[in-house]
């Protein structure tokens, strides 16, 4: 009877533990069971050795999903092509750059705006990673006759497969060079070139060297070359001397120019002390004078306003007093017996007398 029971209890515990676990892996996996995979896809004209499944997909070394697939284009599409294809879901998180509801939406704006996948490697290992970025150069131009069942994310060459290609187009220019054409031309040109004469016109010019520098040697060690520099010496101890003797006549002409200039202040220092006193005297007159001019205008400005009848009325009489003048005048130089008489004679009325 103990031993049945202990099976029993062995028996309980084991599916106590089945059950147990099992909910612990519902707990912490549903989510990832239930959760929907947004997936891109990109194709590579290259060799995609080191990616495997799972390898992951990062944007500036940020991750942003992960590889699930790789095959090609003829398995999928049943369509003739020398493509990769490879598969990558996006993660919930996945900002490339972009704003937008889901990652999808987000990495269509990003494509639009000229995001790129590439492979890239971790180090030495070997292993590859999917990067994306923009770059200005942008993607290879691949020609795609399907249309794609996920987001189609453009490609280009990883930075491997661009130094292979250039590598490759060096050897290919490498090997259609023609090295034994050059050869003939370059003993060609050796065969057209006289060696003898230019090996002449070399010796030929050393020569004239040689011969040049013994001249010079010859002018600098003769005996005019000593006496000019001789005379170059003394000429330089005569003007020495010259500069010697005219120091101090110099130096008497400057003392006697400050002495003249202290002079010269100390007679303006007087002129200043022994005028200021009259220059006072004759500001203090003149602002005493400018005072009465003021006064007396104020007083005639007076008069003019007050006597402003008398005045109008005196221009008026003698106004009529000059027309009168002229008037009389007038009657003078017409009649000048009219001093005497008392009016002038009538105008006779006939050509006859009486």
């Given at each position: 009877m103990t031993q049945k029971t202990n099976y029993?209890?062995?028996?309980?515990?084991?599916?106590l533990a089945f059950?147990?676990?099992?909910?612990?892996?519902?707990?912490?996996?549903?989510g990832q069971f239930f959760k929907?995979?947004?997936?891109?896809?990109?194709?590579?004209?290259e060799s995609v050795q080191g990616l495997n499944i799972g390898s992951e997909v990062k944007y500036k070394g940020v991750k942003i999903g992960a590889v699930k697939s790789i095959t090609t284009p003829t398995k999928v599409y049943d369509i003739a092509s020398n493509y990769v294809l490879v598969t990558f879901s996006m993660s919930e998180d996945c900002y490339v750059g972009q704003t937008g509801k889901n990652p999808r939406e987000r990495m269509k704006k990003a494509v639009d705006d000229g995001l790129s996948v590439f492979l890239s490697f971790n180090g030495l290992?070997?292993?590859?990673?999917?990067?994306?970025?923009?770059?200005?150069?942008?993607?290879?131009?691949?020609?795609?006759?399907?249309?794609?069942?996920?987001?189609?994310?453009?490609?280009?060459?990883?930075?491997?497969?661009?130094?292979?290609?250039?590598?490759?187009?060096?050897?290919?220019?490498?090997?259609?060079?023609?090295?034994?054409?050059?050869?003939?031309?370059?003993?060609d040109l050796l065969k057209g070139l006289n060696i003898t004469k230019v090996s002449a016109q070399a010796e030929s010019l050393l020569k004239e060297l040689r011969q040049t520098n013994k001249d010079l040697a010859k002018l600098l060690t003769s005996g005019r070359m000593k006496q000019l520099?001789?005379?170059?010496?003394?000429?330089?101890?005569?003007?020495?001397?010259?500069?010697?003797?005219?120091?101090?006549?110099?130096?008497?002409?400057?003392?006697?120019?400050?002495?003249?200039?202290?002079?010269?202040?100390?007679?303006?220092?007087?002129?200043?002390?022994?005028?200021?006193?009259k220059l006072t005297e004759m500001s203090d007159k003149m602002d005493t004078?400018?005072?009465?001019?003021?006064?007396?205008?104020?007083?005639?400005?007076?008069?003019i306003w007050t006597n402003a009848d008398v005045i109008e009325k005196t221009i008026g009489n003698l106004e009529n007093?000059?027309?009168?003048?002229?008037?009389?005048?007038?009657?003078?130089?017409?009649?000048?017996?009219?001093?005497?008489?008392?009016?002038?004679?009538?105008a006779s009325t006939s050509g006859k007398e009486k």
């Amino acid at each position: 009877m103990t031993q049945k029971t202990n099976y029993f209890k062995l028996g309980l515990f084991v599916i106590l533990a089945f059950a147990l676990t099992a909910a612990m892996l519902i707990a912490f996996g549903a989510g990832q069971f239930f959760k929907t995979e947004t997936l891109a896809e990109t194709y590579f004209n290259e060799s995609v050795q080191g990616l495997n499944i799972g390898s992951e997909v990062k944007y500036k070394g940020v991750k942003i999903g992960a590889v699930k697939s790789i095959t090609t284009p003829t398995k999928v599409y049943d369509i003739a092509s020398n493509y990769v294809l490879v598969t990558f879901s996006m993660s919930e998180d996945c900002y490339v750059g972009q704003t937008g509801k889901n990652p999808r939406e987000r990495m269509k704006k990003a494509v639009d705006d000229g995001l790129s996948v590439f492979l890239s490697f971790n180090g030495l290992t070997g292993s590859a990673y999917l990067e994306t970025d923009y770059k200005k150069n942008g993607p290879d131009d691949l020609e795609i006759s399907w249309t794609p069942e996920n987001l189609y994310v453009p490609s280009r060459s990883s930075n491997i497969k661009q130094v292979s290609d250039a590598i490759t187009r060096a050897m290919e220019t490498l090997g259609s060079m023609d090295f034994k054409e050059m050869k003939n031309d370059f003993s060609d040109l050796l065969k057209g070139l006289n060696i003898t004469k230019v090996s002449a016109q070399a010796e030929s010019l050393l020569k004239e060297l040689r011969q040049t520098n013994k001249d010079l040697a010859k002018l600098l060690t003769s005996g005019r070359m000593k006496q000019l520099l001789a005379d170059a010496g003394s000429s330089m101890a005569d003007f020495k001397q010259i500069v010697q003797a005219a120091k101090i006549p110099i130096k008497q002409t400057l003392a006697d120019i400050n002495k003249a200039s202290g002079s010269f202040k100390r007679m303006a220092t007087g002129l200043e002390q022994g005028y200021e006193v009259k220059l006072t005297e004759m500001s203090d007159k003149m602002d005493t004078v400018l005072a009465n001019l003021e006064k007396t205008s104020r007083l005639l400005e007076n008069m003019i306003w007050t006597n402003a009848d008398v005045i109008e009325k005196t221009i008026g009489n003698l106004e009529n007093t000059t027309e009168n003048l002229n008037q009389f005048t007038r009657e003078l130089r017409e009649y000048p017996g009219s001093i005497l008489m008392n009016a002038p004679p009538k105008a006779s009325t006939s050509g006859k007398e009486k």
